[in-house]
């Protein structure tokens, strides 16, 4: 028997969402809808910053911890 799990342990070569062709598609017409948000809610948007700011920073913390990795099996290393 062969007991080789070597191919277990490689790293996936997965591409990011972002750099898929739906992803690409998607983050153009996220661009596209948030031009247009921003000029046609630009006065709501002046009067309101504050709160955009304030969520700005739940997401970032949400999407940008993707790449840690972090897995169950660290403590032993």
């Not at 997965?14 to 739906?22: A, E, G, L, S, V």
């Not at 996220?30 to 247009?36: K, S």
């Given at each position: 028997m062969n007991y080789d799990?070597?191919?277990y342990h490689k790293p996936e070569k997965?591409?990011?969402?972002?750099?898929?062709?739906?992803g690409m598609a998607a983050i153009f017409f996220?661009?596209?809808?948030?031009?247009?948000l921003i000029t046609e809610h630009g006065a709501h948007i002046g009067?309101?910053?504050i709160w955009l700011i304030l969520l700005?920073?739940?997401l970032m913390h949400v999407f940008m911890h993707g790449g840690?990795?972090?897995t169950d099996d660290e403590e032993g290393k």
């Open positions: 799990h070597e191919h997965n591409r990011p969402w972002w750099k898929t062709p739906y996220f661009v596209v809808a948030g031009y247009f009067s309101n910053w700005l920073c739940p840690h990795n972090h």
